[in-house]
T-cell receptor
Framework: GAVVSQHPSWVICKSGTSVKIECRSL??????MFWYRQFPKQSLMLMAT?????????EQGVEKDKFLINHASLTLSTLTVTSAHPEDSSFYIC???????????FGAGTRLSVL | AQSVTQPDIHITVSEGASLELRCNYS??????LFWYVQSPGQGLQLLLK??????LVQGIKGFEAEFKRSQSSFNLRKPSVHWSDAAEYFC?????????????FGTGTRLQVTL
């Protein structure tokens, strides 16, 4: 149990376009989800905390207008990278907080390449 | 400030040899502690966790970790490494204040297994 699905796993887009990444908790409800960014051979960097039914909380230095987060239901959070540029190319990972188990379960990640 | 330290960036062991990955934490109170593993290009999989109680915790894939309060450590061990264990390992801490509190990641240890 406790599966988190992230889609797509890999996306290539042109500079200036927007890309949406979905994160779903498949067998549990998650009022809180998290979005991370990971650069090659580095640890995960928390971008924002996504709360169901309310605005996301962004970490310092993360542009909220560029990385739009929506958490419209207890099982779905989306991250939209707006007006993507090559420097936004990265590996994006989501996690969902399982309240009863007090554990974050992670999606498999999305590799974004902006041309 | 809360922190998790993994002193070893890269470790190489022979298949069949024992493994110990080091982790030290710095928190005001005893945190919740986790070990996650990340295979190339993938999300994170939970190996084991420590919340309280027995200081020796067993996880999946034959891994175990020991919480030592006196040393502020939570080292991961495996008696006999398999080639499939080659991956990135993250020690992660979480303040025991609220179920949706943020995770603090160590920098990761990359494990290479030689045949």
């Amino acid at each position: 149990g406790a599966v988190v699905s992230q889609h797509p796993s890999w996306v290539i887009c042109k500079s200036g376009t927007s890309v949406k990444i979905e994160c779903r908790s498949l067998d549990f409800q998650a009022t809180t989800m998290f979005w991370y960014r990971q650069f090659p051979k580095q640890s995960l960097m928390l971008m924002a905390t996504s709360n169901e039914g309310s605005k996301a909380t962004y970490e310092q230095g993360v542009e909220k207008d560029k990385f739009l987060i929506n958490h419209a239901s207890l099982t779905l959070s989306t991250l939209t990278v707006t007006s993507a540029h090559p420097e936004d190319s990265s590996f994006y990972i989501c996690s969902a907080n399982h309240i009863a188990k007090n554990i974050q379960y992670f999606g498999a990640g999305t590799r974004l390449s902006v041309l | 400030a809360q922190s998790v330290t993994q002193p070893d960036i890269h470790i190489t062991v022979s298949e069949g040899a024992s493994l110990e990955l080091r982790c030290n934490y710095s928190y005001g109170a005893t945190p919740y502690l986790f070990w996650y593993v990340q295979s190339p290009g993938q999300g994170l999989q939970l190996l084991l966790k420590y919340f309280s109680g027995d200081t020796l915790v067993q996880g999946i894939k034959g891994f175990e970790a020991e919480f030592k309060r006196s040393q502020s450590s939570f080292n991961l061990r495996k008696p006999s490494v398999h080639w499939s264990d080659a991956a990135e390992y993250f020690c992660v801490g979480k303040a025991n204040t609220g179920t949706a509190s943020k995770l603090t990641f160590g920098t990761g240890t990359r494990l290479q297994v030689t045949l």
